[in-house]
C-alpha cells in the first residue's frame, strides 16, 4: 500500500510522517507518535476514550483517517496543561473533586470538557450532562465529572473576571 | 531530647492523612495528564500482533480451516490453530470452576465468536487483513440457546469432549448437557413449611445475561526471553498470581521463571478474573517466536467472548403467615454457563454464594438449589461487580418480597421491617448456614424511609393512581425499595480456595531509615485507588504520613503472594493484612523504643505517631525517629531493619447491607422511565476514605442502572449473539444517569481488624432490585407482580400493553 504524507500540529509540535492511508488517527497518535494519553475503547465511535481537539472541536480519533487530520491542529490530553507545565483548571478538578477513578475514560473526558467550556464557558448541570454524553465512564457514575467540570468553569470564569 | 514544639495530637493525626479522611487520590496525577501506562500503551522491540479468527456460528463442526491465503500476505508470520497446540497439550486449559475451555477451537465450535486461529502479524493492520484470509468451513449443527431445554431428551450434544463422562468437578452429571447439580439447605422442612403456609407466593425471576464491559478491553503483551528462559506477561489480571501459577501449571514452565504484571487496568468489574485463551495464544507465539506478542481484543469481542455475568433463571417461592411472617423460602435455579463451564466461583461454591439468597431476613427455614447446564453460549459466568452469585440472590430476594407484598396487600417496607434480623440477633446464622457479622438493619431502614419520607411518597402515588385513573396524566409512578445484604471478602481458607489456592491476601511492608515505606500487596487496583486507602491504613497503624507511604501491587515479582481484586475482597482481606502487618512493624519499633528510652517495652504507649512513656508524654520517640534508629543503632537481641509480611486469612466474611429506594415516574405510551430519585445508604463499616467510598456507590448505582433498565446479551435461535457491540449493549450516559443520593450508617465489623467490610459491589446488588421494584411497583395496583428484566423503553410498553392502558 503506497503511503501518504500526513503533516499536522500536535500539541503545539509540527509532525510530518508517511503513514498508510487507512491509518487510524488514534493509531497514529498512539504508535507513531507515542502519544497514549487519548485510549481505544470500543472501536465504533461510541466510549468517547480516544476523543482528541482538531481544529476547535471535539473528535473521535478512532473513527477518523490520518489524512482526515492533515494540516490539522490536533490537542490532546498532553497539550492542555500550561507551557510552564502547570495543570488545566480541569485536570486540578478531576482530582479535587474525585471525577475519575480508572483513569481510562479520563484523558478523552477531559479533552471533551476543555472544548465544552469553550464552547459554554458556563453551562448548567444539564448541559455539562449534555456536553459530556458521547464519552462514556463505567467508574464514577458521572456525578462527580459533572461537578468537577462545573467547579471548573465557574474557576476559569472567575480567573477571566480578574483579568478583565 | 525530642523538638519542643510538639504539634498537637489533632494536628499530627492530620498530617498522617490515616483511616477515616477524605484524602485526595495519589493515583490521579498520571491519570489525568494521559501518564497512566495501561496494557495498549505497553510497546517493546520488535513487538508481534495477535488477532483471532471467530466462529460464525453458534454450533458447528469445522470441516477445515484453510490458512494459505493468510500465510502468503506480507507481514504475517503465523496462524496458530488447535493442531498446532496440540503437541504442547495446550488447545484445552483448566477453567477455574474445574472444567476445561477450548483455547483454540477443537473440531466443534461451541459459541458464536469462539476463537479458532491466532493470527501473528508485525501490526494490528496485518492481523486483522490475515483474519479475513483464513477460511474456515463449517457443518452447522442445531444450536441449544434455551437453558431450560437444555436437559431434554432430544437436546444437541455440546461437549463431545466429556462423552461418557457421568461425574463432573462438582458431583454427578445427570445428562449431557448438565454440568452440576449444587444444594444448600433442609428441603423437606421447607417444603412442609410451605405447605402448611397461610400465604405462598412463587415467581420465575430472571436475571439475563449481561457483560461487565469495562471501557478498556482484555488484553496482554507476552514476552519470552529465551537468554535467561522467563516468560513475562503483562495483562489485564485482576487476580495476577493465579494466573502465574495457572500459566505455570499449564505449560510446565517453572512458577519462579514466569511473572505476570497488571499495569494500570482500565476497570476490571470481574471481566479481567479470569484466564482467556488470547493470553495462552500471546504466550505461545511469543514462545515460538521468540519475540514480545502483544494481544488486544476489540470491544465486539470483549462483548461476545470474554466473561458474561449472571444468565440465572431463578424459581423463588416464599411462604408467610397471614400477618406476614416470613415462614420459609425455596429457590431453585436453572445456571445457563453457556459452553464451558469457566465461572470464577471459589472451588466449593460452584453456585458462587447463592445460598445468601434468605438475604437481610430472618428466615426459620430455606432451601436452594442450583443445575448449571451448558448452552451454545460464550463461557464465564463471572461476579460483575458482586460477590459470587450475590447480586443474583439479592435480586431473588427482593424481588420475591415485592411479590409477597402484593399477595399478602402490605406495603413493601412494612413487609422487610416486619421480618429484618433484628440487632440483638448478630452475630446472626442464617438457615443456609452463613454467619452474618454485624448489623442494625431497622435503623438503616428506618433512616432510609425518613430521609424520603417515604410516606408522603405513597400518598403521593395513591394520588398520582387516581389521576392516571381519571384520565389527567400518562405518567405512574413508582416506589422500589430494597434492603440488601452483601457477602464479602472471600474468603476463610477451610473453606474458600480457587484451583485450590486458599483465598488469603497479604500485605510486606518495608520502612526506610528516613522514615518513609513501601507496602506490596496481592491485590490490584483497578480504579479504586489502593495507593490511596491502603496507605491511609498504614499511616494510622504505623504512624508515618499516607503521602510517605508508596504503594505497590500487580508485579508478582515483588509483590508478596495474593489472590487478586474481586468480590469486594481487598479492604476486607489485603485491607486486614494491612493493618496486621502494620501492627508488626509497631510491636518491633515499640521494642527499639524502650530500649532507647531505657524503659520496659510495656511502659509505652502507642500516640499516634510516636511511643511515650506512660504518665509522661513528654519521653517519647517518634516512629520517623525509631525508623532510623531500626538502621543504625545495634538494640541487643534485635536484627537490624524493620520490615514485616502478613498473610492474613480471614476468620470470616463480611456482609456489608443498605437500604435503597427509588422513585421512578414511567410514560405508559413510549416505555420511558424517568429516575426521578435515588438514595442509597450504604452500611460498610469503618469508613476508610468516604470521599472514595461516595464514588464507589456512584459507579456501582450506575452499573446497577445499566443492568436493570437495559443491559442484556442475547441470543437468537440459531445462536447469533444480539446486542453484541455497544450499538445495543447499553451503557448510560451522563444524561441517563441520575444524581444520586448517599448515606451512611457505620456498625464495624467484628472481626476485621479495622473493622472495615467492603463496599464497592454493595451499589450494584442493591441497586438493581432498587430499580426493578420500582418499575414493577409502578404497575402494582393493574395487578403486575413481576416483569422481567431488562427494564428497556420497548419491554415497559409491552408491560403496560399487556395490562391494556397504551394509548
Not at chain 1, 482528541?52 to 471535539?58: E, I, P
Not at chain 2, 436475571?207 to 516468560?231: Q, W
Request: aromatic share 8%.
Amino acid at each position: 500500500m503506497s503511503k501518504i504524507d500526513v503533516k499536522m500540529t500536535v500539541n503545539g509540535t509540527e509532525v510530518e510522517k508517511a503513514a498508510d492511508p487507512r491509518t487510524l488517527l488514534i493509531h497514529f497518535l498512539r504508535e507513531e507518535l507515542d502519544i497514549t494519553g487519548p485510549h481505544i475503547g470500543c472501536d465504533t465511535s461510541h466510549c468517547g476514550a480516544c476523543t482528541v481537539d482538531l481544529d476547535g472541536k471535539s473528535v473521535k480519533s478512532c473513527t477518523m483517517f490520518v489524512g482526515q487530520a492533515n494540516g490539522a491542529e490536533v490537542t490532546t490530553i498532553e497539550g492542555i496543561s500550561g507551557d510552564d507545565g502547570s495543570l488545566h483548571v480541569l485536570q486540578d478538578a478531576f482530582r479535587e473533586h474525585h471525577g475519575l477513578q480508572c483513569g481510562f475514560c479520563t484523558p478523552g473526558m477531559i479533552t471533551r470538557a476543555y472544548r465544552l467550556l469553550q464552547e459554554n464557558p458556563d453551562p448548567t448541570d444539564e448541559e455539562i450532562r449534555f456536553g459530556i454524553a458521547g464519552n462514556l465512564c463505567r467508574c464514577t457514575g458521572y456525578q462527580n465529572i459533572v461537578k468537577a467540570i462545573r467547579v471548573a468553569a465557574q474557576q476559569l470564569n472567575s480567573a477571566q473576571e480578574a483579568a478583565e | 531530647m525530642n523538638d519542643q514544639a510538639t504539634p498537637s495530637a489533632a494536628e499530627r493525626a492530620e498530617k498522617l492523612q490515616g483511616l477515616g479522611c477524605s484524602r485526595k487520590r495519589v493515583e490521579d496525577a498520571r491519570f489525568t495528564q494521559g501518564k497512566g501506562n495501561y496494557i495498549d500503551d505497553m510497546k517493546l522491540p520488535g513487538m508481534l500482533f495477535g488477532d483471532f479468527v471467530r466462529s460464525s456460528y453458534g454450533h458447528a463442526r469445522i470441516t477445515s480451516i484453510n490458512k494459505d491465503a493468510a500465510l502468503a500476505l506480507p507481514g504475517v508470520i503465523a496462524v496458530l490453530t488447535a493442531e498446532d497446540l496440540k503437541p504442547l497439550n495446550l488447545h484445552y486449559m483448566p477453567t477455574l470452576a474445574g472444567d476445561v475451555q477450548a483455547v483454540l477451537a477443537d473440531e466443534k465450535v461451541l459459541f458464536q465468536n469462539q476463537e479458532i486461529a491466532f493470527v501473528i502479524a508485525e501490526d494490528r493492520y496485518i492481523a486483522a487483513d490475515a483474519v479475513e484470509l483464513v477460511e474456515v468451513d463449517y457443518e452447522e449443527l442445531p444450536a441449544l440457546v434455551d437453558a431450560f431445554k437444555a436437559m431434554d431428551a432430544d437436546a444437541p450434544v455440546l461437549r463431545e469432549d466429556l462423552e461418557g463422562k457421568t461425574e463432573g468437578a462438582h458431583g454427578p452429571r445427570n445428562h449431557h448437557n448438565h454440568i452440576f447439580y449444587w444444594e444448600e439447605g433442609d428441603k423437606e422442612g421447607t417444603e412442609k413449611a410451605i405447605a402448611e403456609a397461610d400465604v405462598v407466593a412463587e415467581e420465575l425471576i430472571t436475571y439475563p445475561r449481561c457483560h461487565p464491559s469495562p471501557i478498556e478491553t482484555c488484553g496482554c503483551v507476552a514476552s519470552m526471553d529465551k537468554v535467561s528462559g522467563k516468560l513475562t506477561i503483562w495483562g489485564t489480571f485482576q487476580a495476577p498470581h493465579a494466573v502465574r501459577t495457572v500459566a505455570s501449571l499449564i505449560t510446565n514452565i517453572a512458577e519462579h521463571n514466569i511473572r505476570i504484571v497488571s499495569p494500570d487496568i482500565g476497570g476490571g468489574f470481574g471481566n479481567k478474573v479470569g484466564v482467556y485463551p488470547g493470553y495462552i495464544c500471546a504466550a505461545v507465539a511469543s514462545i515460538v517466536t521468540g519475540v514480545p506478542v502483544k494481544w488486544i481484543e476489540d470491544k465486539i469481542e470483549n462483548l461476545t467472548a470474554t466473561a458474561f455475568a449472571r444468565d440465572y433463571h431463578m424459581t423463588g417461592r416464599i411462604a408467610a403467615t397471614k400477618d406476614g411472617k416470613i415462614t420459609a423460602l425455596d429457590c431453585h435455579v436453572i445456571a445457563d454457563h453457556g459452553a464451558f463451564d469457566a465461572c470464577a466461583d471459589p472451588t466449593k461454591f460452584p453456585a458462587g454464594f447463592f445460598s445468601i439468597c434468605t438475604g437481610s431476613y430472618d428466615i426459620p427455614v430455606a432451601h436452594c438449589g442450583v443445575d448449571g447446564v451448558y448452552t451454545n453460549k460464550a463461557p464465564g459466568g463471572v461476579a460483575y461487580r458482586c460477590s459470587f452469585r450475590v447480586t443474583e440472590a439479592a435480586y431473588m430476594i427482593e424481588r420475591m418480597i415485592d411479590v409477597l407484598a402484593r399477595k399478602l396487600d402490605v406495603d413493601p417496607a412494612e413487609l422487610r421491617s416486619k421480618n429484618l434480623i433484628r440487632k440483638e440477633q448478630f452475630p446472626y446464622t442464617s438457615a443456609l448456614g452463613w454467619e452474618y457479622d454485624s448489623g442494625d438493619y431497622q435503623t438503616a431502614m428506618d433512616k432510609a424511609l425518613a430521609a424520603v419520607d417515604y410516606k408522603a411518597l405513597r400518598a403521593e402515588q395513591a394520588a398520582n393512581r387516581q389521576a392516571f385513573t381519571n384520565g389527567e396524566t400518562r405518567s405512574l409512578m413508582g416506589v422500589g425499595v430494597a434492603f440488601f445484604t452483601e457477602i464479602v471478602g472471600a474468603g476463610p481458607v477451610k473453606n474458600c480456595d480457587i484451583l485450590g489456592l486458599g483465598m488469603f491476601d497479604s500485605c510486606e511492608i518495608r520502612i526506610h531509615p528516613t522514615g518513609s515505606a513501601v507496602a506490596r500487596l496481592g491485590t490490584i487496583s483497578q480504579g479504586q485507588g489502593h495507593a490511596t486507602t491502603f496507605a491511609q491504613i498504614l499511616a494510622t497503624e504505623i504512624g508515618l504520613p499516607a503521602e510517605d507511604i508508596t504503594v505497590e501491587e500487580g508485579d508478582t515479582d515483588t509483590a508478596p503472594y495474593g489472590l487478586g481484586t474481586y468480590g469486594s475482597r481487598s479492604t476486607p482481606v489485603a485491607g486486614a493484612a494491612a493493618a496486621m502487618a502494620g501492627r508488626k512493624i509497631r510491636a518491633k519499633a515499640q521494642m527499639i523504643a524502650a530500649y532507647l528510652l531505657e524503659v520496659h517495652d510495656n511502659d509505652l504507649e502507642w500516640d499516634i505517631d510516636r511511643f511515650q512513656v506512660k504518665g509522661n508524654p513528654e519521653q517519647f520517640k517518634t516512629m520517623k525517629e525509631l525508623a532510623f534508629a531500626a538502621y543504625n543503632q545495634a538494640v541487643p537481641g534485635i536484627e537490624p531493619g524493620l520490615e514485616a509480611v502478613s498473610y492474613y486469612d480471614p476468620p470470616n466474611m463480611t456482609y456489608p447491607y443498605g437500604a435503597y429506594i427509588c422513585v421512578i415516574d414511567v410514560d405508559v405510551d413510549t416505555g420511558v422511565v424517568d429516575v426521578r430519585r435515588f438514595y442509597a445508604l450504604d452500611d460498610c463499616g469503618t469508613r476508610i476514605n468516604p470521599m472514595i467510598i461516595e464514588g464507589q456507590v456512584h459507579g456501582g448505582l450506575t452499573e446497577a442502572l445499566a443492568i436493570a433498565m437495559g443491559q442484556e446479551i442475547s441470543y437468537d435461535k440459531l445462536g447469533n449473539v444480539k446486542g453484541g457491540s455497544l450499538m445495543d449493549y447499553y451503557l448510560p450516559t451522563a444524561v441517563e444517569t441520575p444524581v444520586w443520593e448517599t448515606d451512611h450508617t457505620e456498625v464495624p465489623s467484628p472481626h476485621h481488624p479495622i473493622g472495615a467490610k467492603g463496599v464497592g459491589e454493595s451499589p450494584n446488588v442493591g441497586g438493581v432490585p432498587a430499580f426493578s421494584n420500582a418499575v414493577n411497583d409502578a404497575f402494582a395496583h393493574l395487578g403486575l407482580t413481576h416483569t422481567q428484566m431488562p427494564h428497556d423503553h420497548w419491554r415497559v410498553w409491552k408491560t403496560a400493553q399487556s395490562l391494556g392502558i397504551t394509548g
